[in-house]
């Protein structure tokens, strides 16, 4: 039967045909896999600049980092302001077209070379940005011993850190003068705040201890 279809003319193109075998002009060249580079973004648009691109149907990621909600008019803040991470074949890497929605101002390059970032440095970062979030974000942890500035309840003074907050929805245990005496109290995280340059002793505050755990009661 093959005999008979090799001394047909055009037998072995019909052959060819019926097999699925594909001439070389109709083979598209495949996209390289993506990668990721990063672009400059025009300032204070990382929220809208992310969210324009996403709805393109680009692959961007901006690491956002979540605060403490006690702060007005935050929620979020970007961890590099002005600054994207979009994923694209390394052959568009400068080519893509954006428009002015996109806010986008230029590639990030090196002497005109757009370099790629390694995949595992995003996915970590991915990791390390979601971790941090779901710890509470970032907050200022005030460390025992650490003189701080109160302010609740109409109470404005200066104690000392007797034991930090788990979580900046926490309390933070104190030591402050209250009557002239020394006393320990619990305050919202969000009531403190660092008392830069002010003495250690302030008040003063005095010893608590005698040494080995001893602990001084004063009446």
Not at 121 to 146: C, P, S, T, Y
Request: net charge positive; charged share 20%.
């Amino acid at each position: 039967m093959l005999r008979r279809l090799a001394r047909q003319p055009g037998a072995g193109n019909s052959l060819m045909a019926r097999q699925g075998a594909v001439a070389p002009a109709q083979v598209a060249e495949q996209p390289s896999p993506p990668q990721w580079f990063v672009v400059r973004i025009q300032p204070k648009t990382d929220g809208s600049a992310t969210r324009e691109l996403a709805q393109d149907g680009f692959q961007v990621f901006s690491p956002h980092i979540t605060t403490p909600p006690y702060h007005k008019g935050m929620g979020e803040s970007p961890l590099f302001p002005g600054y994207l991470f979009l994923q694209c074949p390394p052959e568009m890497a400068g080519r893509l077209t954006f428009r002015p929605g996109h806010r986008v101002a230029g590639w990030v390059n090196f002497g005109g070379v757009i370099p790629p970032v390694p995949q595992e440095v995003v996915a970590g970062l991915m990791q390390r940005v979601e971790q941090i979030n779901r710890d509470g974000g970032l907050w200022r942890r005030f460390k025992a011993g650490e003189t701080v500035n109160v302010i609740t309840g109409g109470v404005d003074t200066l104690a000392e850190v007797v034991a930090e907050a788990k979580s900046p929805e926490g309390r933070v245990k104190v030591l402050l003068s209250f009557m002239g005496r020394m006393v320990e109290a619990q305050v919202p995280h969000h009531s403190l705040s660092p008392a830069e340059g002010a003495p250690a002793t302030a008040h003063p505050l005095p010893r608590r201890t005698r040494g080995r755990g001893r602990w001084i009661h004063r009446l």
